[in-house]
């Protein structure tokens, strides 16, 4: 069984200092990796992905990610982080072949002014 | 513009008390899935539908029922043996149950206790 692990519940950055969520996953097989950003009483929305190919992958907002299998991790990185940028982020993982989709518990980052 | 829609945003039970959650999707999607929300367990998955017609437990389903008579539509009942309903519940779809494509989320049903 896959499964998904946020290092830290709660991240406080300083306005234009460098963003570093962590997630770690287990798998069997090849994952596909997702990150979601969540605003308060909002859905989830996709910041980005990782399928095949690249290991370096961009998404919205200016947020990165790097899929790296030897260390199992698919951290979100964002240079310099804007006020805007407060929210809850979900890493989820789905295992090739496999259709259940399984989500982390979340990083809830603050951004100090 | 295609989307989710979840209806009631915000939502009241009595005690013993069935509701049900709507959720629409104008995506064409053909898959369908209901997830709780509570603060700190992340996403927890109730059920989920692949095509009309079909749809399989998730990891949560007691207390909880569901209905897929159209593709656009995956309505979810809370009945009153779900014990514990107060949570923040969200539905989602995708192209396809399997593969690489992400979910997307509707802006959720906020359930509460009276």
């Known amino acids: 069984a896959q499964s998904v692990t946020q290092l830290g519940s709660h991240v406080s950055v300083s306005e234009g200092a460098l963003v570093l969520l962590r997630c770690n996953y287990s798998?069997?097989?090849?994952?596909?990796l997702f990150w979601y950003v969540q605003y308060p009483n909002q859905g989830l929305q996709l910041l980005l992905k990782y399928t095949t190919g690249a290991t370096l992958v961009k998404g919205i907002n200016g947020f990165e990610a790097e899929f790296k299998k030897s260390e199992t991790s698919f951290h979100l990185t964002k240079p310099s982080a804007h006020m805007s940028d407060a929210a809850e982020y979900f890493c989820?993982?789905?295992?090739?072949?496999?259709?259940?989709?399984?989500f982390g518990t979340g990083t809830r980052l603050t951004i100090i002014p | 513009d295609g989307g989710i829609t979840q209806s009631p945003k915000y939502l009241f039970r009595k005690e013993g008390q069935n509701v049900t959650l709507s959720c629409e999707q104008n995506?064409?999607?053909?898959?369908m899935y209901w997830y709780r929300q509570d603060p700190g367990q992340g996403l927890r998955l109730i059920y989920y539908?692949?095509?009309?017609?079909?749809?399989q437990k998730g990891d949560i389903a007691e207390g909880y029922s569901v209905s897929r008579e159209k593709k656009e539509s995956f309505p979810l009942t809370v009945t009153s043996a779900q014990k514990n309903p107060t949570a923040f519940y969200l539905c989602?779809?995708?192209?396809?149950?399997?593969?690489?494509?992400?979910?997307?989320f509707g802006d959720g049903t906020r359930l509460s206790i009276l």
């Open positions: 989602a779809s995708s192209m396809k149950v399997w593969g690489n494509q992400p979910q997307h």
């Open positions: 798998s069997s097989v090849p994952p596909y």
């Open positions: 995506l064409n999607h053909d898959a």
């Open positions: 989820a993982v789905r295992p090739f072949g496999n259709e259940k989709l399984t």
């Open positions: 539908s692949q095509i009309v017609n079909d749809f």
